[in-house]
């Protein structure tokens, strides 16, 4: 089985995300706090409680480069947290939303981050020197609907964002002072803030879970209504493939290497991608082996299993400290998964370890090194 570990640290899990070493973790407990554990002696202790927002933490992100954290929430706030000494100290971000803010991701170098929003915006934020704040710039007029993605490019320019309004979008987000201008992002890195380079129509649902593959030609988005798409030679003439499946939609991906990639959603299953030789992306199977129904099993008690799944509370409960669930046959997790976070180093062009969690309150740790017939697209 590729799960390795599965930790019940809450009743519900809204996002989490590791530090740079992976030693920590910050989650969100469905609340206005972020929790953060450090793994002492193979166990899991709570080392600090970030308590500054006043509604539900809807997006935490802990940056390679800097080692700060990133929070956003509900309340329309973002937070740039920085630890000195054994506190962690809040930083206020004016996000100028009149919306909830709903998913934030630091970029490749860590100079600034991108917040979406309700508010049919995308906030660029980056630290202003003089003023010794952080500041936003705001992408505004093209998202018709609540923004529910984001994604750097590796060149740390281009943003790709999803959408309620069923499109993928990306945009220059070059800031004079912060970024230079590479001529290994191509003719891209001359647009200006906050110009659309593309704007895909591939779903005929609400978008969700964009993500870059490692070297930045591919890009993957998912659709509510059971599809993933693949687009490349991102530009005025993309190419694209959707990808149509008969289970549960996806609610955010994952690329593990150039020709895989790992989506995670509403059927509380990992399912993976890939493509061939010839570049051509299908539905490979599920992650873990899958319980098998009857063949007398009628339709009405299958629908009543997917709204089980969909809408099913956690078996195990909890208090303040953690607790190490056994891992059963068949789904690891046992309700919706709504995040899925990468365990590998900076540099690194492929991810074998990745974690995963839900509103089940699970967080677990996935191993591909045991997946043998999964390594020939890794």
């Known amino acids: 089985m590729a799960a390795t570990a599965a930790h019940q640290f809450a009743q519900c899990t809204t996002c989490h995300a590791w530090s740079p070493d992976h030693s920590m973790i910050a989650f969100c407990p469905n609340s206005n706090e972020v929790h953060i554990y450090r793994l002492l002696q193979e166990k899991w202790e709570k080392m600090h409680v970030l308590q500054k927002h006043d509604q539900i933490v809807s997006g935490i992100d802990w940056s390679i480069s800097s080692n700060r954290i990133v929070t956003v929430s509900h309340d329309r706030n973002s937070y740039v947290w920085n630890q000195e000494g054994a506190d962690w100290v809040p930083t206020l971000v004016i996000l100028r939303i009149n919306r909830a803010a709903l998913c934030v991701q630091w970029s490749p170098r860590g100079n600034k981050f991108a917040v979406g929003s309700g508010a049919k915006t995308v906030c660029i934020c980056y630290y202003e020197q003089e003023n010794n704040w952080w500041v936003s710039k705001l992408i505004r007029k093209k998202h018709d609907s609540s923004v529910t993605s984001v994604a750097w490019h590796p060149n740390n320019i281009l943003l790709a964002t999803t959408s309620t309004d069923a499109k993928c979008r990306i945009f220059s987000t070059f800031i004079k002072g912060v970024d230079k201008r590479s001529s290994g992002a191509g003719s891209s890195s001359d647009a200006k803030f906050g110009e659309q380079i593309v704007q895909l129509d591939l779903s005929f649902g609400w978008a969700f879970g964009v993500k870059w593959s490692p070297s930045g030609k591919t890009l993957a988005y998912t659709g509510h209504n059971s599809v993933i798409h693949f687009v490349d030679d991102i530009g005025p003439s993309p190419s694209a493939q959707t990808v149509a499946f008969r289970d ?45 129904a009857s063949a007398g099993v009628k339709y009405g008690s299958q629908l009543s299993g997917a709204f089980g799944k969909l809408y099913g509370q956690s078996k195990y409960s909890t208090g303040n400290d953690t607790v190490q669930v056994s891992i059963p046959d068949g789904n690891v997790h046992e309700n919706c998964i709504n ?40």
Request: glycine share 6%.
């Open 248 to 292: 549960l939609p996806l609610r955010d991906v994952l690329f593990v290497s150039e020709r895989m990639v790992i989506g995670v959603g509403y059927d509380c299953n990992p399912m993976v991608f890939a493509a061939d030789e010839r570049g051509i992306w299908s539905f490979i199977r599920f992650l873990t082996e899958r319980k098998t």
């Open 339 to 378: 995040c899925i976070m990468p365990l590998n180093k900076a540099k690194d062009s492929t991810t074998m370890r990745f974690s995963t969690s839900g509103m089940d309150g699970k967080v677990v740790i996935w191993d591909l090194d045991n997946q043998l017939d999964l390594h020939e697209y890794i």
